[in-house]
């Protein structure tokens, strides 16, 4: 599997997993095991997704070692601020039961409080003192990252942003790529939404005898992105990272990419506002 080296400190895989609404313990647990067969070894969550603890006391149950994956985690947007963003981080680091975090994103600009660029700064310290590995955003369009980086020093390894057939990101990505950040794209299959019902997508799975998943998350690895699908699933779990054993040609990778009609399902960054969202779980 391709890894992408960020920040000089750690090789990201192309398809990690992702734990967005797995917050039951035994959920965790049972997702977990699945993964580690399975051969993922990055592990996405959030403080916002409640389920830091669960996915620390899992991989404890899974005998998984702590240096032998990476975690990303994130600020909640109510964190964002100098002195809560310090305490935002150390209480993620108690809860995951770690001394370092492996990729700490923001994960919504924000934008009409003005504070990304405070909160960022306090992400470059800690990654100074080397507790924060590497560092970035989610959810940030090119104007985000344009004033992030006018105003700070380090640029952010990734921006994790939605991704999928109907919105493929092509103008940020290429403005990413530009300046070395990678695209991690989440809701990288839209959670099957309106995409299993589309011609190509059902000739692609049939000529290839791979799910409709399989062929989307393969598009997006053909396209340099990184993946973290999410499922609880077992077989889902195992179907979602054996992407190895076929190919797409150029010209079916390009029939996904006319599938774009840059169709959001999710909040546009520019208006989730701070007050809009949900307290930080403890
Ligand atoms: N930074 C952000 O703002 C942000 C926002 C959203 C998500 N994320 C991250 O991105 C991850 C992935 O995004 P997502 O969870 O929104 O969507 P997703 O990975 O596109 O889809 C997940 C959904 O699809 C189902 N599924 C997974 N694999 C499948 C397969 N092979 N066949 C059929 N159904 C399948 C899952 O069901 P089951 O679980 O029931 O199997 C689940 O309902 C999240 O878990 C989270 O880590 C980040």
Redesign the pocket.
């Known amino acids: 599997m391709k890894t992408y080296p960020i920040h000089n400190q750690i090789n990201v895989p192309e398809v990690?997993?992702?734990?967005?609404?797995?917050t039951e313990q035994s959920d965790m647990n049972d997702?977990v095991k699945a993964a580690k067969e399975a051969g993922y070894t990055y592990y996405?969550?959030?403080a916002?997704?409640g389920n830091e603890r669960q996915l620390s006391q899992a991989l404890k149950e899974a005998n998984i070692k702590r240096e032998e994956i990476l975690i990303?985690t994130?600020l909640w947007n109510k964190d964002q601020d100098k002195e809560s963003t310090k305490e935002a981080i150390e209480k993620t680091l108690e809860r995951l039961d770690t001394d370092y975090i492996d990729l700490y994103?923001i994960?919504?600009p924000c934008p009409e409080s003005n504070l990304f660029i405070e909160s960022y700064k306090v992400l470059e310290e800690y990654y100074e003192k080397g507790i924060l590995k590497s560092i970035g955003v989610?959810?940030f369009t090119q104007e985000q990252l344009k004033e992030l980086m006018e105003n700070t020093t380090i640029t952010p390894a990734v921006n994790?942003?939605?991704c999928?057939p109907y919105l493929n990101q092509h103008e940020l990505q290429a403005y990413c790529e530009q300046h070395g950040i990678h695209i991690?794209?989440?809701?990288?299959?839209?959670?099957?939404r309106d995409i299993?019902q589309e011609a190509i997508m059902i000739e692609l799975s049939e000529k290839y005898n791979k799910?409709?998943?399989?062929i989307i998350?393969k598009w997006h690895i053909e396209r340099n992105r990184i993946?973290?699908?999410?499922?609880?699933?077992p077989?889902?779990?195992r179907?979602?990272i054996e992407l190895y054993d076929f190919e797409l040609t150029e010209d079916e990778l390009k029939k996904i990419d006319d599938l774009n009609s840059d169709k959001r399902y999710?909040v546009h960054p520019d208006e989730f506002t701070i007050e809009g969202s949900d307290d930080t779980p403890e």
């Open positions: 990690g997993f992702g734990t967005y609404k797995i997702a996405d969550t959030a916002f997704y990303s994130k994103l994960h919504w989610c959810n994790q942003v939605e999928h991690m794209a989440w809701s990288p299959i839209n959670r099957l299993d799910s409709i998943a399989q998350l993946v973290i699908p999410k499922s609880k699933t077989s889902r779990i179907e979602n999710g």
